[in-house]
């Protein structure tokens, strides 16, 4: 019994697949990819360690040398199943698995989280609230999304993740120079475009688990920031958990039950919702991911629940044992929780804090840069200078020691 596991981006030092699958029995493959294992500065691990097979695939986005290596290694080892945890890789699992003949989410569970068209459509005819949209498939359907949605309108892949591709244009100047610049009909994201109406209001997200078909655990948060100004946003971007007697996390959880029962996902998966809670106090869907949330979302629903979504989602996939209480009755969060982001900005790092301070309750300290690298702009939006998790009895108290932390953080943070 071998699993192949796909590792497109991130540390691997954060996803110990090795740890995860300790009591697997059989052996452990693992393909990553090149470029992104240089981004988090760390080398592939070495075959015969904590893996039978190791692999760094160059250009793991573009090529198809993932798929070719992944079925020389189903050949030559005899893979039984194939993990994957980055959104980006869903969908290439999900082929293998069907050329593979594997069990595992398939493309008819994938897809309705992965398209974006796909996933307004089961929703709206749910009956959920989606913002107004129009697929684009050329410089007229841009056009007359301005003319019926007015602006800002909203441009984005109806494929992509983590902001890329992501256009906002606030006038009809902007969709000018657009049209002029940025508009390329057969660029990577034409004609895989979505438009939409701008929703006003606060982005909550909702992330958790399903275990066997059935919500094992979940919980709202809400950020205290716009996700689309990652380019030019440098300051501190919060992100707090809600408060048990919120009555907007229990909506929150009604509408993400409903959006669940409407994609029909696969029977493990873990997820993560956004939805928009506009001024009217109502509740529209954003989009819907099958994948454990970005930034520092695993930690925060680990320090809620003292499980780790992501590796209770590789076990469940492979029938290995979870904590007994997983697929039982709901359960509330057991302490609240709070993220702190701050985003890539211009300038060189001539000294950054390494280490967390000494506060008992900051729960994750992660810094992306070393001194003496020069930074740019942010380039998507997981490309951070830090994130930092704390946590408390309540939103409030976590929201105040996140206000410290980042007052610690920035009086120690020399650009030039």
Known sequence: MTVLVLHHRGSLAGAPYHEWLADYDGDVLLIASREHLALVAEELPAEGVH???????????????????????????????????????????????????????????????????????????????????????????????????????????RDSAGSVGLRILDSPEDLDGYLADGFDLYGPYQPNLIAEAFVHGSMCHVDGLVVDGRVALAWPSQYQYTLSSFATDTGPRLDLTLDTDDPLAHRLLEFTDRTLQALRGPENFAFHLEAFHTPEDGLVLCEIACRTGGAAIRDIVRTMFGVDPSESWVRAQLGLPLPEWIGSEKVTPRQMSGQLVLMKRPGRVVSAPQEPPAFPWVEKYQLFVTPGQTMGAAAYSSDFLLTALVSGRDRAQCESRLRVLEEWFLGQLVLE
């Not at 980006?88 to 068209?117: H, I, N, S, W, Y």
């Not at 697929?135 to 309108?153: N, R």
Request: aromatic content about 6%; overall charge negative; proline content about 5%.
């Open 51 to 157: 893996y039978r097979r190791t692999a760094a695939v160059d250009g793991y986005e573009t090529s198809g040398e993932l798929e070719q290596l992944a079925l020389e290694l189903a050949a030559e080892h005899g893979v039984r199943h194939i993990v994957a945890c980055q959104e980006r890789d869903l969908e290439r699992a999900a082929e293998l698995r069907d050329v593979l003949g594997l069990p595992g989410q398939r493309m008819d569970t994938v897809l309705p989280f992965r398209d974006k068209v796909v996933m307004k459509r089961r929703a709206s005819a749910a009956g959920l609230a989606v913002a107004p949209y129009r697929e684009v498939e050329c410089a007229a359907d841009v056009i007359a999304s301005a003319e019926e949605f007015g602006f800002p309108l909203v441009l984005k892949p």
